[in-house]
């Protein structure tokens, strides 16, 4: 089988790490990348390791798609993932797009449509369902050793928030930050959240809630089997970035995150677990599963897996859920969350 042309669009702060490790995927022998800033691109290529693919860096989108790339890697600012998708499926190739699909709900259900009358082959950057834990936690219930649960608790709190200028485009915490929590209730209870009551609070950087945001915040999701789910976020976790999930079930419980990284501190006299130290950003926590999706994405455009890649009309199905908590969070009543219709598909 011979070597892959990647195209990269975006290098910034997660666009960086995804050219690291796209350089470095086997089965790929040549990665070009694009940036809005091509300062930004020919610093990002010009880092890369040499003994990895060949890299070199294009004018435009439109230039690195006629270099005949062989699939297309979005990795840009949100609010331009849908003119990027749509120009990769154009093209022919296969897109693999940092999630969300589009700022809300309302502007995926025309990307959706779109993939589905030109036959696209997308897929969208949930990368938790290619983490080690999160995989052990669906087998285990899968297999059924946790029987029914009668819990689930997820949280996911950043060590520190990014810049204010990222959060005022980001659509909200729970767009931001949960949706990754939301994707993977759905993804291993197999159910669907069918009502969301949120709140939020902001005691950080006054500045957050100046562009809108809340730097913490709690959604209380119904299953529709009747299973509760609570899900948290902050942006102000001292302790370091922390990551969980809890399924409590009639039988057992697992515990994803719960390693000697895990940043907490145990209360109990004498416990020396977790012996640190504590994951410290979202990049270190969740580096190997973000290679195995890069890996993942190669197999797919090889025709010989992938899988597990998160299908966009799965990724919609979680950001209707966050768009739900957003709605819930600013009337302070609880929200029903439709069913995904997408004609054509
Ligand atoms: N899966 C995850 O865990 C995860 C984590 C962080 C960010 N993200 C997602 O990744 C995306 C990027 O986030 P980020 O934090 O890296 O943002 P960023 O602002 O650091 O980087 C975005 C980059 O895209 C470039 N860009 C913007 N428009 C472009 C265009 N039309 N063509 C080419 N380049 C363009 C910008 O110049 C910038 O370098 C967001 O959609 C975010 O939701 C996902």
Same mark, same amino acid.
């Given at each position: 089988m011979s070597e892959l042309h990647l195209g990269l669009a975006g290098v910034g702060r997660i666009g960086a790490m995804h050219a690291a490790n796209l350089a470095t995927t086997p089965g790929v022998?040549?990665?070009?990348?694009?940036?809005?800033?091509?300062?930004?691109?020919?610093?990002?290529?010009?880092?890369?390791?040499?003994?990895?693919?060949?890299?070199?860096?294009?004018?435009?989108?439109?230039?690195?798609? *006629?270099? #005949?790339?062989?699939?297309?890697?979005? /990795?840009?600012? !949100?609010?331009?993932?849908?003119? @990027?998708?749509?120009?990769?499926?154009d093209a022919g190739v296969p897109v693999l797009c940092e999630k969300p699909v589009a700022p809300d709900v309302a502007l995926s259900l025309p990307v959706l449509e779109h993939v589905a009358e030109r036959g696209g082959v997308v897929r969208i950057g949930h990368q938790r369902r290619h983490d080690a834990g999160y995989r052990e936690a669906k087998r285990a219930f899968e297999a059924g050793e946790l029987?029914?649960?009668?819990?689930?608790?997820?949280?996911?709190?950043d060590a520190a928030?990014?810049?204010?200028?990222?959060?005022?485009?980001?659509?909200?915490?729970?767009?931001?930050?949960?949706?990754?929590?939301?994707?993977?209730?759905?993804?291993?209870?197999?159910?669907?959240?069918?009502?969301?009551?949120?709140?939020?609070?902001?005691?950080?950087?006054?500045?957050?809630? *100046?562009? #809108?945001?809340?730097?913490?915040?709690? /959604?209380?999701? !119904?299953?529709?089997?009747?299973? @509760?789910?609570?899900?948290?976020?902050?942006?102000?976790?001292?302790?370091?970035?922390?990551?969980?999930?809890?399924?409590?079930?009639?039988?057992?419980?697992?515990?994803?995150?719960?390693?000697?990284?895990?940043?907490a501190r145990s209360a109990e006299p004498g416990t020396t677990f977790p012996a640190g130290p504590a994951h410290a950003t979202f990049a270190e926590r969740f580096a190997g599963a973000y290679r195995a999706q890069a890996a993942a994405f190669v197999d797919l455009v090889n025709g010989t897996g992938g899988e597990?890649?998160?299908?966009?009309?799965?990724a919609v199905a979680a950001s209707r859920v966050a768009d739900a908590a957003q709605e819930s969070l600013l009337t302070g009543a609880p929200v029903a969350v439709r069913a995904l219709q997408v004609a054509g598909a």
């Open positions: 022998g040549r990665l070009t990348l694009v940036d809005a800033d091509p300062g930004r691109a020919r610093a990002v290529a010009g880092g890369l390791p040499a003994d990895g693919a060949r890299v070199d860096v294009a004018e435009d989108v439109a230039a690195l798609l *006629r270099s #005949g790339v062989d699939a297309l890697v979005v /990795a840009t600012g !949100t609010a331009t993932h849908p003119e @990027l998708v749509r120009a990769g499926v029987g029914w649960l009668h819990a689930v608790r997820a949280l996911t709190c928030p990014p810049p204010v200028a990222f959060l005022a485009t980001s659509g909200g915490l729970f767009r931001d930050c949960s949706v990754h929590d939301f994707d993977v209730l759905r993804w291993i209870t197999g159910r669907e959240v069918v009502e969301v009551y949120a709140r939020g609070s902001n005691n950080g950087d006054p500045e957050i809630g *100046r562009v #809108g945001d809340v730097d913490t915040a709690l /959604a209380v999701c !119904t299953l529709d089997d009747g299973t @509760l789910a609570v899900v948290t976020a902050s942006r102000y976790n001292g302790a370091g970035h922390d990551v969980r999930l809890e399924l409590q079930g009639s039988l057992g419980t697992v515990v994803v995150g719960m390693d000697e990284a895990m940043a597990d890649l998160c299908r966009p009309e799965d």
